[in-house]
């Protein structure tokens, strides 16, 4: 929000699902989901395995009041194009 070219990864965050969790509400909440970009932290876990850590964000949340992670912006984080965001492309 404030420095408009500093962006972070969601690399190897899903192996602590609270933390991943309650990463992605804070931004959320800051309306910062767009500063987020895909990261797998290959070779530790592959892309797909992140891509299964980050849809299922919200399991951790199941049956409670708390909180959703958008799912339509979990798959806008997944399907950017961060090459062409960081003018890279």
Same mark, same amino acid.
Do not use: C, Q
């Given at each position: 929000?404030? @420095?408009?070219?500093?962006?972070?990864?969601?690399?190897?965050?899903?192996?602590?699902?609270?933390? @991943?969790?309650?990463?992605?509400?804070?931004?959320?909440?800051?309306?910062?989901?767009?500063?987020?970009?895909?990261?797998?932290d290959?070779?530790?876990?592959?892309?797909?395995?992140?891509?299964?850590?980050?849809?299922g964000?919200?399991?951790?949340?199941?049956?409670?009041r708390?909180?959703?992670?958008?799912?339509?912006?979990?798959?806008?984080?997944? @399907?950017?194009?961060?090459?062409?965001?960081?003018?890279?492309?």
């Amino acid at each position: 929000r404030k @420095h408009a070219n500093v962006y972070t990864d969601i690399s190897g965050l899903f192996y602590r699902p609270w933390t @991943h969790y309650e990463a992605l509400i804070k931004a959320t909440e800051w309306n910062v989901l767009d500063k987020i970009l895909f990261g797998s932290d290959f070779p530790i876990a592959t892309p797909a395995e992140t891509m299964a850590g980050l849809r299922g964000v919200n399991d951790i949340v199941e049956g409670s009041r708390l909180p959703r992670v958008p799912l339509d912006r979990i798959e806008e984080i997944i @399907h950017r194009d961060s090459l062409a965001l960081l003018g890279l492309s």
